[in-house]
């Protein structure tokens, strides 16, 4: 019989990714491909989601953005601290095609930089479209460099590569021709951006879709879509016509209560 | 063909099988979700006065015997709850109102609100084992107290009446008795068990977010069956079985029990939200085997000398 319970772990490593930004590494052999998340607890506190950001053969690790009390303690976990984990929940993205385009804003490049590692390996020619707000708040640009993934950057002030919007790197790229895939996850703003364009395009994508999560694994209802009303934590990774499809995709979300909460523009 | 057409009073099903409160059916969208799969009615995840971010999570887990959830009635509160939940017709099924207070005065103003808004019932919950200042953690579920908070619904509305029973009280009978007295249509048995706790040996710490939960599933079953057995035996009004009824075989216990409906809740995360139309198709297939050509004539039958 299956059980959805905690497994608990020391962190192994921390990695200071940039401004309130971690990664927490752990040492366990995780079943999970890229696109899952892992709900993670902190004993007495809460469990909170976050994507398969490291995943090599014997460790896994999360990255945490620091924007509430959770992650904010999570940022400051050390080494041995124990941590729970659940999961891998929801579905991993579809890898195909010859060229590949990765889309990520803030902490979506987390559940990407695993699939950019795979597409490596399968020799698919990947570019990953990485954007922040600033410098400062970029991240995995070394792991990049060193992992030798094609990156473009993108920040809102200019402060590193292009001062553009990672949607503006991506329509530039689908002119140019010869993409065969899109993923992305980000501000929902931004991923609409990316199916739209793909659409526009014809270019196939999928897109890592978040809501308000509890369970992670289809019971609670605090992540399910209007209109369509099934529970998003499911799949999280959706074609970029599915989550067109769905209603309140970049409308709103809703909070810990099931209350709407439009997206801001 | 056996005919699996259900009846609660007034309200016709048309398959016994209705969602329970608080899995899924947060949103009106979520419900039209759950009875596309093949519900014959669904219930509201529980209304509250005032909105509710609920516990910290984890909420809900998942052990051996079954689950056990502090979800601690999230939900948006009555006065989102009425823009979320309107036209109900579109979802494809009856929808049932699920209300719950910690106080009579409460309790009567839901009842109230939800009258107009297109329910085809009300389900007064008194019976939640998790959340201060609810169910039996508010003294709830005496025969005083039911008969109280009953009496209260029903002088506000006019819709069939539920009323959800606890476990976890002496003589369930007398309990569902107090609630027919006062003027309840049916009796929803029955809510979670317990509450239980499971404590992560590593940290030394319980890991549910509110500590404890209510227990539902396998465990509970055989608890579910016997308490519809008894209370069946107490009062004329129909019941829904409620209690980890997985398949066709567990609803026809139910029936075989004194159930004339049969919630099902936890079963979508084993079976995943079509558990609905499978319970229904294994179902008939018990009947058909057992030689029941309809839920009427198969109720109670447990009770047969
Ligand atoms: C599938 C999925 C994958 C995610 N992956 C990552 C990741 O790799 N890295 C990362 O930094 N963040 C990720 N997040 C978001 C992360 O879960 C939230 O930032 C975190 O829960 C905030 O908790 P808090 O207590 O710090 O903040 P709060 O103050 O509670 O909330 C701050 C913000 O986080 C959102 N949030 C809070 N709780 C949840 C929850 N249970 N589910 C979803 N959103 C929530 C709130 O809506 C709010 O916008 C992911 C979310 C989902 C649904
Ligand atoms: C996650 C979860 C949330 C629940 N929330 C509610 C609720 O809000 N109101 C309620 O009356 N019952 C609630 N219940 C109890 C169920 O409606 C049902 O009575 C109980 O779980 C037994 O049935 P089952 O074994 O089929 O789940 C909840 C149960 C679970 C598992
Ligand atoms: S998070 Fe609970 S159903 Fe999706």
Redesign the pocket.
Known sequence: MKSELPITLPVEKVIDEAEG?KSLIFRHKLDAKPGQ?LMVWIPRV?L????V?YLEEGSFG???????????KLCRAKKGDLLGIMGPY?KPFTLEGRRIILVAGG?GA??LFPLAEEAKKKGITTTFIIGAKSESYLIYRERAKKAGINTIITTDDGSCGRKCFTTDALEDALKAGGIDKVYSCGPEIMLKKVAELCRRHQVKCEV?M?????CGFGVCGS?SVDDQGFPL?KK?VLTGEEALRIKEFGQH?R??SGTK?PFAR | MVDITAKLGRLKLDNPTVLASGILGVTKASLKYVASNGAGAVTMKSVTVEPRAGHH?PIILTYEGGMLNSVGYSNQGIKEAKKEFISLKDVGAPVIASITAGSKKDFAFLAEQVNEMGFAAVEAVISCPHTPGFGTMAGQGTPDSTREITAAVRDKTKLPLFVKLSPSVQGIGEVAKAAEDAGADAITAINTGGPGMIIDVKTGKPILGGTVGGLSGDALRPIAVRCVYDIYKSVRIPIIGTGGVMTGEHAAQMILAGASAVGIGTAVYYRGADVFRKVCDELQGVMKEAGYKNIYGMRGMAHEE
């Not at chain 1, 909170?48 to 994507?51: A, H």
């Not at chain 1, 999360?62 to 904010?72: D, F, L, Q």
């Not at chain 1, 978040?210 to 509890?214: D, G, Q, S, T």
């Open positions: 930004v998340f809460d909170k989601p976050f994507g950001s999360i990255t945490v953005c620091k924007v509430g009390p959770t992650s904010e929801g902490y987390a559940p890592s978040h809501r308000y999560m509890k992540c934590c999280v979300s909070d810990a909460q | 999570a």
